[in-house]
């Protein structure tokens, strides 16, 4: 059975995450921060020869992934993919408004008016359903449209991939934090993923396991 090693990183902060904003399928740039938290992350996983490196569609993540890839002395041979299927959670209507506006519009559906309430009363998947059932448009994904599109990226991780293989996936706060809840929800304590952070999983043909969750402090030896 293949088995492969992905460290997912979290995309350094944006404007639009400095301003509380909510950031699904749309897209800003990284702040001078954001640009800090890229390159932090390139320097903890130089060391690590990859065989490929992946990262969402969205701008922030490619340049995210830019700098990670400028800081591996292996970079010329790191063959780099923008896959769809690694983007943030579709907000559809709440794209760009203000985060606490939002929840407090969402939890009006069930009593409940901020994010942390409705997160820990009702957890990740049915939030989404939720946002999903608010939207007025209806484009907001839903939890099974949200895992059907990232059960396909890692398929499509699988079928590039060899036994033994080391890649790199720049994605989102809320995906990596959904991935976490998922597969080892013992690892999810309510802490938003932080920008720039990794977080290692070993994945084989039909399971996937975390090794750690939201590590800032990891450096590859």
Same mark, same amino acid.
Not at 42 to 71: C, H, M, P, V, W
Not at 127 to 152: Q, T, V
């Given at each position: 059975? /293949?088995?492969?090693?992905?460290?997912?990183?979290?995309?350094?902060?944006?404007?639009?995450?400095?301003?509380?904003?909510?950031?699904?399928?749309?897209?800003?740039?990284?702040?001078?921060?954001?640009?800090? =938290?890229?390159?932090?992350?390139?320097?903890?996983?130089?060391?690590?020869?990859?065989?490929?490196?992946?990262?969402?569609?969205?701008?922030?993540?490619?340049?995210?992934?830019?700098?990670?890839?400028?800081?591996?002395?292996?970079?010329?041979?790191?063959?780099?993919?923008?896959?769809?299927?690694?983007?943030?959670?579709?907000?559809?209507?709440?794209?760009?408004?203000?985060?606490?506006?939002?929840?407090?519009?969402?939890?009006?559906?069930?009593?409940?008016?901020?994010?942390?309430?409705?997160?820990?009363?009702?957890?990740?998947?049915?939030?989404?359903?939720?946002?999903?059932?608010?939207?007025?448009?209806?484009?907001?994904?839903?939890?099974?449209?949200?895992?059907?599109?990232?059960?396909?990226?890692?398929? /499509?991780?699988?079928?590039?991939?060899? =036994?033994?293989?080391?890649?790199?996936?720049?994605?989102?706060?809320?995906?990596?934090?959904?991935?976490?809840?998922?597969?080892?929800?013992?690892?999810?304590?309510?802490?938003?993923?932080?920008?720039?952070?990794?977080?290692?999983?070993?994945?084989?043909?039909?399971?996937?396991?975390?090794?750690?969750?939201?590590?800032?402090?990891?450096?590859?030896?």
């Amino acid at each position: 059975m /293949k088995t492969f090693t992905a460290y997912f990183v979290r995309h350094g902060q944006t404007m639009l995450n400095h301003y509380n904003k909510i950031q699904g399928w749309i897209d800003s740039p990284l702040t001078e921060k954001g640009i800090a =938290d890229a390159k932090r992350a390139g320097q903890q996983l130089k060391a690590i020869n990859f065989n490929a490196a992946y990262s969402s569609d969205s701008g922030r993540a490619i340049e995210t992934a830019s700098y990670i890839l400028k800081a591996n002395p292996e970079n010329i041979n790191i063959i780099s993919y923008q896959f769809p299927e690694f983007r943030e959670q579709c907000h559809g209507y709440f794209e760009g408004n203000d985060a606490n506006q939002m929840w407090q519009f969402v939890g009006e559906q069930v009593q409940l008016t901020s994010e942390s309430d409705v997160l820990a009363k009702f957890g990740l998947e049915k939030a989404r359903d939720l946002i999903h059932k608010a939207d007025l448009y209806g484009e907001a994904e839903s939890n099974a449209m949200f895992w059907e599109r990232l059960d396909r990226g890692f398929n /499509k991780l699988r079928a590039n991939s060899k =036994d033994g293989d080391q890649v790199f996936v720049v994605s989102h706060g809320m995906t990596i934090r959904s991935i976490i809840d998922r597969y080892a929800p013992e690892l999810d304590v309510g802490v938003p993923t932080i920008n720039g952070s990794i977080s290692k999983l070993t994945i084989t043909d039909n399971d996937i396991k975390v090794d750690f969750f939201n590590r800032t402090d990891f450096v590859a030896k």
